[in-house]
């Protein structure tokens, strides 16, 4: 049976010691995505968003997340951080152009930085609707997930 660890024999929420693990090397990579209309892209791209540069600030707001995530989600603990990458990859089709985020989380330490990639790609989208809504308010996030991690007691995983 698995245990969830973030319960104390009261069953109330706890955070979990790590003060006995190893730090090593570890690596998170989440994604998220929005579709936006052909309206909106140029705009994006011709610099016609009044707030600013869409993907500049948005890359910015996502590295300031992954920061700040032991602040936003409860149970995760404070992390130093080693770097924080976000890239961008436009797709087209028929009925609308998607944008795919891609966070990628670094951190020497004892605990891995899934939460803290999940979190970058999560904001960085929210904060392209963001500056983007003006425009268009039917602009929707698609789906967020751990693409891959490494390091760590649980070892490696890559979504298939």
Not at 74 to 86: A, L, Y
Not at 143 to 155: A, D, I, Q
């Amino acid at each position: 049976m698995f245990m969830l660890t973030h319960f104390n024999s009261e069953g109330r929420a706890k955070m979990v010691d790590i003060s006995d693990k190893e730090a090593n090397s570890r690596v998170a990579i989440a994604r998220s995505s929005i579709f936006i209309s052909k309206e909106v892209y140029d705009a994006i791209q011709n610099q016609k968003i009044k707030k600013g540069d869409v993907l500049s600030v948005a890359q910015v707001a996502g590295i300031m997340a992954a920061k700040q995530t032991s602040t936003l989600i409860p149970m995760c603990h404070p992390i130093p951080i080693s770097g924080v990458n976000i890239t961008f990859d436009w797709e087209e089709s028929e009925k609308d152009i998607e944008l795919k985020i891609q966070s990628e989380v670094k951190t020497v330490g004892r605990t891995g930085v899934e939460m803290e990639a999940l979190t970058a790609a999560s904001i960085t989208a929210l904060t392209i609707y963001d500056m983007c809504k003006a425009v268009d308010k039917s602009i929707t996030i698609g789906s967020t997930y751990l693409l891959e991690k490494s390091g760590g007691k649980s070892g490696d995983f890559k979504r298939s």
